[in-house]
């Protein structure tokens, strides 16, 4: 019994983030998978114009909303800044649209006993767009040179870390940038990292970063490496 109330009181600390846009139909499986693993669940809405909000609600998350959209830094930012005023001590961070699997938290948490933060990977295998390989292969690349930090996916959304490595993290990025931005200021801050590999569904093809975000997320990691 003691046990159980122990273990009750830790998973209070413990916190999902997870940002959203027009997600109505896909997000309450979500946080219903979630929520087995994680007793407090934050949705971010990020000025949805479906029932996103509602959805997340009906399932049981807390919801925040932004009433217009300002891209995922900033909603993953305004969560992350919100659960720590409610003393969160461990963030997950995942996706909405079911392609990070919550399934795998509980390994999350395991690597997160002897790290600040911790990264999924995905098998760059033929279920990953060609462009998503290519663009990410490069990305990693230049992580490696200009930070010293081999990351196998430097993109990947699903991720956990301490409200140690938040403060030190925080990002400016209000764009898809802020992954790349938290691993240059988890490099600037030589923090504790380990990466543990996820299942990913691709279930639209063309969803996430662009062409476009992958030369703005480079050359955004050139300056904050010469800003120092």
């Known amino acids: 019994m003691s046990l159980r109330l122990n273990s009750n009181k830790m998973n209070e600390k413990i916190w999902a983030v997870i940002p959203a846009m027009d997600e109505g139909e896909k997000i309450g499986p979500v946080i219903r998978q ?123 959304g699903y991720r956990a870390f301490t409200n140690y490595a938040y403060r030190k993290i925080r990002w400016t990025a209000n764009d898809y940038s802020m992954e790349s931005e938290m691993i240059a200021n988890m490099a600037k801050k030589k923090l504790r990292y380990k990466q543990i590999p996820i299942k990913t569904i691709y279930s639209e093809k063309y969803k996430g970063t662009t062409v476009m975000d992958g030369v703005k997320i480079v050359l955004n990691m050139l300056m904050w490496r010469m800003k120092g």
């Open 34 to 156: 979630t929520k087995k693993y994680v007793n407090n669940v934050l949705v971010v809405d990020d000025g949805s114009t479906d029932n996103t909000s509602e959805a997340a609600k009906k399932s049981g998350a807390l919801v925040l909303r932004h009433m217009i959209n300002l891209g995922k830094g900033a909603a993953v930012k305004t969560g992350c800044d919100f659960i720590l005023k409610k003393g969160a001590e461990k963030i997950i961070l995942l996706d909405s649209d079911g392609q990070h699997d919550p399934k795998e938290i509980p390994n999350f948490l395991d690597a997160l006993e002897n790290a600040d933060i911790v990264f999924g990977y995905r098998k760059f295998d033929e279920n990953m767009p060609l462009v998503f390989k290519i663009g990410n292969n490069f990305i990693n690349f230049v992580a490696k040179v200009l930070y010293g930090i081999r990351l196998k996916d430097t993109q990947s």
